[in-house]
């Protein structure tokens, strides 16, 4: 639908306009992936001098940077603002620097103050590494693209 490519784009520009010059998130290496109405995929590629700890494996505080990133951008694909105010997590396996972790994040109930979101992380061949919920507070609504789309 044409709507929907329109919506699409103006949810990635908001995402990049928001992420892109975050030194924080640039540190991280997180990028978008793709974007729908209510569901997000992100990346990190492992870098081996930000990202792992001294067994040689992923932080399991990486893991939470990129779900705690992709938690806001799901809420701006359904028209709104957020910051994650609490998370259950659980790292149930673990990659090595130079591989690729992939969160995708499926929004759940966004209310007028607060919401919820969860996200499953995997490796680039698809094997689960993590999941989790995050509990979100709703600070701003955008007025340009719709909670549904």
């Not at 590629?45 to 792992?52: A, L």
């Not at 951008?73 to 790292?91: D, H, M, P």
């Not at 929004?107 to 993590?130: M, P, Q, W, Y």
Request: include cysteine; glycine fraction near 12%; charge should be negative.
């Amino acid at each position: 639908m044409k709507e929907n490519g329109f919506v699409r784009r103006r949810v990635e520009e908001t995402i990049h306009r928001l992420y892109d010059d975050s030194p924080f998130i640039r540190i991280c290496g997180i990028e978008l992936e793709s974007v729908s109405c209510g569901e997000i995929t992100m990346r990190m590629k492992i870098d081996g001098t930000v990202h792992v700890n001294t067994h040689g494996v992923v932080h399991a505080g990486a893991f939470v940077t990129l779900a705690d990133t992709a938690f806001g951008a799901v809420c701006i694909t359904k028209g709104r603002r957020s910051v994650t105010t609490g998370l259950s997590f659980n790292v149930i396996g673990n990659i090595k620097p130079g591989e690729t972790a992939v969160a995708v994040v499926r929004a759940g109930h966004l209310g007028r103050t607060v919401g919820s979101a969860t996200v499953d992380i995997f490796d680039g061949n698809g094997r689960l590494l993590c999941q989790g919920i995050g509990n979100l507070h709703m600070t701003e609504v955008l007025e340009d693209i719709p909670a549904e789309w």
